[in-house]
């Protein structure tokens, strides 16, 4: 399990359930919904593709986590990824589309 | 259970790197021609790029030519390489680059409008996209059907054996797809999910390669009767510790070395490799100097910042990681691990025998990206050129092949209601519950696999009586997975998953059984005969054969100086 369906923010859309490359989403009472937490593979598609913030990215407890959650929020010209500390505290990353990776 | 029928020209089985480029080759330059495309996801965020990808790391730079990564490879694979293979997919790495880079991925370029590189065949990049943009030009091509949440399970064949077409199961339609086809493309990647994982449990598919890649297109080939090779060149990546996210970002980025519990550098004591590498980080590990990492401590802020936006674009987990803890790779060295071993022939060289045009021995029959063996290193642009290859290969067997003009004799030997009749029998609720679920002989599979088969639990090493204990019970659980029964399509799919890597397990075995010396430390450590041995300077090729698994040792091909024996 690498990512987390805040269920009330869900609205149903059901892009998620498209991008999963495990098929893993899909969609139930007009919720997105995971089959089975342990077969995610954490490539966050579902995170980037949601359009209200109701999936969030988690390292798990036996890779380290320490209980943030990453967003990702994607617009044409840039990807801005929001991670909520587990006391609260809120750090935003904003990748440049057109930029390359300097490494 | 109703059955979607589908025909077309050419029918090409998965929509990854190499998929998407073997589309894109056939709508520019043979539109005359139809194409169905059944990926099993969606196309936008499928297979190993789902994620995106940091850096194109098959490229020939300014200054370099084609034969150099032809050496490079084979270097690294100690000569089991297919150089024939390897030469002309170098030479058509820059001409897809510029093709990616039209179709909108963005590239690092100096002021004069030159590629930037990383190392000397590697260019820079932000390839967070890269599938989309794939999946984009894909769409966009007026002769090519694409069906998603389409999972292949066989290949459809002719009388004559030659390939007619494939059938699956539509996740989606809860329905079975057959679709017939002259010449049919395998690109559907290689196979993880066989050994047991670094994190067994809720983080069980955190892994190096797509836990969706589960072998299915070796599978199919393997039922279909067709030869291939290299599967006990397993690969084994090295990864940053439990994220399981890319190395060679901090290695040839920022060019940290690997160092030991005690600040050693001992990389130069196991050769520079990619088996090399890991076997170093596996042998200070078991000497008791662990844990090791790559010294990235002390890099510059401004290195970090741009390393945690490259990391963002490929995998995000390392950067939270980074951001959870607060020690950031300017402050903390980053500590690797190996992960379980794949069977891949993206990096390493396991996969269907192909000739240049990447048929294989099943007529009509074409395989491209990380599913083709012989032709290791080509990664993302490799792949691409081996789509291309295979394209223009299916379209001229299309064009010329003799009983394709005759209709009749162009006709699957398997009919649409025999297969229906057996996805029923799949379905049909059997008498008393099963024993066992897919998952817990998926589980036992892996389990055999650690132990026995050189897996994380054995440091990747492995006997030859073990190999032959691993055999006996991947034959057991084969057995008690025929008892298994579905109620849906997904249900189905993940019984498809578990019987593609039961076969492909058996099939390493045989493999890892045949090449009876070590040639590649910890990818097949085999600790009966630990050295390298110059009569195994020869590929190990097998198919399936009257269901027996036959081993074939082939002489190298193009064979030249740079395979020295017993180089160590």
């Given at each position: 399990?690498?990512?987390?369906?805040?269920?009330?923010?869900?609205?149903?859309?059901?892009?998620?359930?498209?991008?999963?490359?495990?098929?893993?989403?899909?969609?139930?009472?007009?919720?997105?919904?995971?089959?089975?937490?342990?077969?995610?593979?954490?490539?966050?598609?579902?995170?980037?593709?949601?359009?209200?913030?109701?999936?969030?990215?988690?390292?798990?407890?036996?890779?380290?986590?320490?209980?943030?959650?990453?967003?990702?929020?994607?617009?044409?010209?840039?990807?801005?990824?929001?991670?909520?500390?587990?006391?609260?505290?809120?750090?935003?990353?904003?990748?440049?589309?057109?930029?390359?990776?300097?490494? | 259970?109703?059955?979607?029928?589908?025909?077309?020209?050419?029918?090409?089985?998965?929509?990854?790197?190499?998929?998407?480029?073997?589309?894109?080759?056939?709508?520019?330059?043979?539109?005359?021609?139809?194409?169905?495309?059944?990926?099993?996801?969606?196309?936008?965020?499928?297979?190993?790029?789902?994620?995106?990808?940091?850096?194109?790391?098959?490229?020939?730079?300014?200054?370099?030519?084609?034969?150099?990564?032809?050496?490079?490879?084979?270097?690294?694979?100690?000569?089991?390489?297919?150089?024939?293979?390897?030469?002309?997919?170098?030479?058509?790495?820059?001409?897809?680059?510029?093709?990616?880079?039209?179709?909108?991925?963005?590239?690092?370029?100096?002021?004069?409008?030159?590629?930037?590189?990383?190392?000397?065949?590697?260019?820079?990049?932000?390839?967070?996209?890269?599938?989309?943009?794939?999946?984009?030009?894909?769409?966009?091509?007026?002769?090519?059907?694409?069906?998603?949440?389409?999972?292949?399970?066989?290949?459809?064949?002719?009388?004559?054996?030659?390939a007619a077409g494939a059938w699956g199961i539509a996740l989606r339609e809860e329905a079975a797809v057959y679709a017939r086809a002259k010449a049919v493309i395998c690109a559907t990647g290689g196979a993880a999910g066989l050994y047991r994982p670094n994190h067994p449990g809720e983080a069980r598919h955190t892994m190096w390669y797509p836990p969706f890649n589960t072998g299915a297109g070796?599978?199919?080939?393997?039922?279909?009767?067709?030869?291939?090779?290299?599967?006990?060149?397993?690969?084994?990546?090295?990864?940053?510790?439990?994220?399981?996210?890319?190395?060679?970002?901090?290695?040839?980025?920022?060019?940290?070395?690997?160092?030991?519990?005690?600040?050693?550098?001992?990389?130069?004591?196991?050769?520079?490799?990619?088996?090399?590498?890991?076997?170093?980080?596996?042998?200070?590990?078991?000497?008791?100097?662990?844990?090791?990492?790559?010294?990235?401590?002390?890099?510059?802020?401004?290195?970090?910042?741009?390393?945690?936006?490259?990391?963002?674009?490929?995998?995000?987990?390392?950067?939270?990681?980074?951001?959870?803890?607060?020690?950031?790779?300017?402050?903390?060295?980053?500590?690797?691990?190996?992960?379980?071993?794949?069977?891949v022939g993206g990096h390493t060289a396991s996969g269907y025998w192909v000739d240049k045009e990447r048929q294989t021995t099943v007529p009509g029959l074409f395989a491209a990206g990380d599913v083709a063996g012989g032709c290791p290193q080509k990664y993302v642009t490799g792949a691409f050129v081996e789509g291309k290859i295979a394209a223009e290969g299916a379209a001229k067997y299309v064009?010329?092949?003799?009983?394709?003009?005759?209709?009749?004799?162009?006709?699957?030997?398997?009919?649409?209601?025999?297969?229906?009749?057996?996805?029923?029998?799949?379905?049909?609720?059997?008498?008393?519950?099963?024993?066992?679920?897919?998952?817990?002989?998926?589980?036992?599979?892996?389990?055999?696999?650690?132990?026995?088969?050189?897996?994380?639990?054995?440091?990747?090493?492995?006997?030859?009586?073990?190999?032959?204990?691993?055999?006996?019970?991947?034959?057991?659980?084969?057995?008690?997975?025929?008892?298994?029964?579905?109620?849906?399509?997904?249900?189905?799919?993940?019984?498809?998953?578990?019987?593609?890597?039961?076969?492909?397990?058996?099939?390493?075995?045989?493999?890892?059984?045949?090449?009876?010396?070590?040639?590649?430390?910890?990818?097949?450590?085999n600790l009966d005969h630990p050295h390298q041995d110059a009569a195994f300077a020869k590929y190990v090729n097998s198919r399936l054969h009257d269901g027996r698994v036959e081993i074939i040792l082939r002489d190298l091909v193009n064979r030249s100086n740079q395979v020295k024996e017993a180089a160590q």
């Amino acid at each position: 399990m690498s990512i987390r369906i805040e269920s009330a923010k869900c609205v149903g859309c059901g892009r998620c359930t498209d991008v999963c490359p495990g098929n893993l989403l899909f969609l139930q009472q007009r919720k997105a919904v995971i089959r089975d937490s342990r077969d995610c593979w954490g490539c966050t598609a579902c995170v980037k593709e949601c359009p209200q913030d109701a999936i969030c990215f988690t390292l798990e407890a036996t890779l380290g986590g320490a209980g943030g959650r990453l967003y990702a929020q994607d617009s044409a010209a840039t990807l801005t990824w929001v991670l909520r500390l587990a006391d609260g505290a809120e750090q935003r990353i904003t990748v440049n589309k057109q930029q390359a990776n300097a490494y | 259970m109703k059955t979607i029928e589908k025909s077309a020209d050419i029918l090409i089985v998965g929509g990854g790197a190499a998929g998407c480029f073997a589309a894109i080759t056939l709508a520019k330059a043979h539109p005359d021609l139809s194409v169905l495309l059944l990926e099993k996801a969606g196309l936008k965020r499928s297979g190993c790029l789902a994620a995106g990808v940091n850096a194109l790391n098959a490229y020939i730079t300014p200054g370099h030519v084609s034969q150099d990564y032809v050496n490079y490879a084979a270097r690294d694979a100690a000569g089991i390489v297919r150089e024939d293979l390897l030469l002309q997919m170098s030479e058509g790495l820059n001409a897809v680059t510029q093709d990616m880079e039209k179709l909108g991925l963005v590239i690092l370029k100096d002021k004069a409008g030159n590629y930037v590189s990383r190392g000397w065949r590697n260019l820079k990049i932000n390839g967070e996209n890269i599938k989309p943009l794939l999946a984009k030009a894909v769409r966009q091509g007026k002769n090519v059907e694409v069906l998603e949440h389409v999972n292949v399970v066989d290949l459809l064949q002719d009388a004559a054996g030659h390939a007619a077409g494939a059938w699956g199961i539509a996740l989606r339609e809860e329905a079975a797809v057959y679709a017939r086809a002259k010449a049919v493309i395998c690109a559907t990647g290689g196979a993880a999910g066989l050994y047991r994982p670094n994190h067994p449990g809720e983080a069980r598919h955190t892994m190096w390669y797509p836990p969706f890649n589960t072998g299915a297109g070796y599978a199919l080939g393997l039922r279909a009767g067709a030869e291939m090779t290299s599967f006990e060149m397993r690969f084994i990546a090295l990864r940053c510790k439990d994220t399981i996210a890319p190395t060679g970002t901090l290695a040839q980025g920022v060019g940290a070395a690997q160092v030991n519990a005690r600040g050693e550098k001992y990389q130069a004591k196991y050769g520079n490799t990619t088996s090399e590498r890991l076997y170093a980080v596996v042998s200070e590990n078991l000497a008791g100097r662990g844990p090791c990492y790559l010294e990235t401590q002390g890099i510059s802020e401004e290195a970090e910042t741009s390393l945690e936006k490259a990391y963002l674009n490929m995998a995000p987990a390392q950067t939270m990681k980074w951001r959870e803890t607060g020690l950031g790779p300017r402050t903390a060295n980053v500590e690797v691990e190996g992960t379980e071993p794949y069977v891949v022939g993206g990096h390493t060289a396991s996969g269907y025998w192909v000739d240049k045009e990447r048929q294989t021995t099943v007529p009509g029959l074409f395989a491209a990206g990380d599913v083709a063996g012989g032709c290791p290193q080509k990664y993302v642009t490799g792949a691409f050129v081996e789509g291309k290859i295979a394209a223009e290969g299916a379209a001229k067997y299309v064009r010329q092949a003799a009983h394709i003009a005759d209709a009749a004799q162009a006709v699957p030997v398997q009919t649409p209601a025999a297969l229906a009749a057996s996805v029923a029998e799949l379905l049909t609720p059997p008498g008393a519950p099963p024993l066992f679920t897919v998952d817990a002989l998926e589980e036992a599979m892996q389990q055999v696999m650690d132990e026995y088969a050189g897996g994380i639990a054995t440091a990747y090493r492995y006997t030859e009586r073990q190999l032959a204990l691993a055999d006996k019970h991947i034959a057991r659980i084969t057995r008690l997975a025929a008892q298994l029964r579905a109620q849906d399509t997904y249900g189905l799919l993940k019984i498809f998953e578990l019987r593609e890597r039961l076969l492909v397990c058996r099939v390493l075995i045989a493999h890892l059984l045949a090449r009876k010396e070590t040639r590649w430390h910890s990818f097949a450590e085999n600790l009966d005969h630990p050295h390298q041995d110059a009569a195994f300077a020869k590929y190990v090729n097998s198919r399936l054969h009257d269901g027996r698994v036959e081993i074939i040792l082939r002489d190298l091909v193009n064979r030249s100086n740079q395979v020295k024996e017993a180089a160590q």
